[in-house]
Every structure is written in structure tokens, then in C-alpha cells.
């Protein structure tokens, strides 16, 4: 997956070694991996990406960053 250019959570600088990087991908899907193994790759689409930063913004997974 190195075709990508990854993009690490600004979440993650400096504070640790894993994090969440995502990349953009052909049309209307994003590319998530963890940092400490990148060999694992998810393809989501712009939807559920937004989704899943709304639900962590806001809180609703216990350790929101909002």
C-alpha cells in the first residue's frame, strides 16, 4: 500500500509511536491503517470516515477528543 501518501492523525504528534493514518484513494474511498501495523489496511468510504470522526468528536466511544 505505499502507492498511498499516508496522512497521521494530528491527534498522535508527539504524544505516541501508533496512531491512525489515512490516505486518499480512486473516487469516493479512504484508506485507514494503524501506524504500528501498516500491512493492515481498511477502505472506507467519505461518509463513514466523516461518521466515525463526528462519533469521536462528540464523545460517544468514551474517549471523545471533543
Known sequence: ?????????????GHTEACVEVATGPGAT?????????EVVMGVS???LGGLVRVV??????RGGG
Do not use: I, Y
Request: hydrophobic residues 30%.
Open 30 to 38: 479512504r484508506w485507514m491503517r494503524e501506524s504500528a501495523e501498516p
Open 46 to 48: 467519505v461518509g463513514a
Open 1 to 13: 500500500m505505499s502507492r498511498f501518501e499516508w496522512q497521521k492523525s494530528s491527534f498522535s504528534e
Open 57 to 62: 468528536k462528540s464523545g460517544g466511544l468514551g
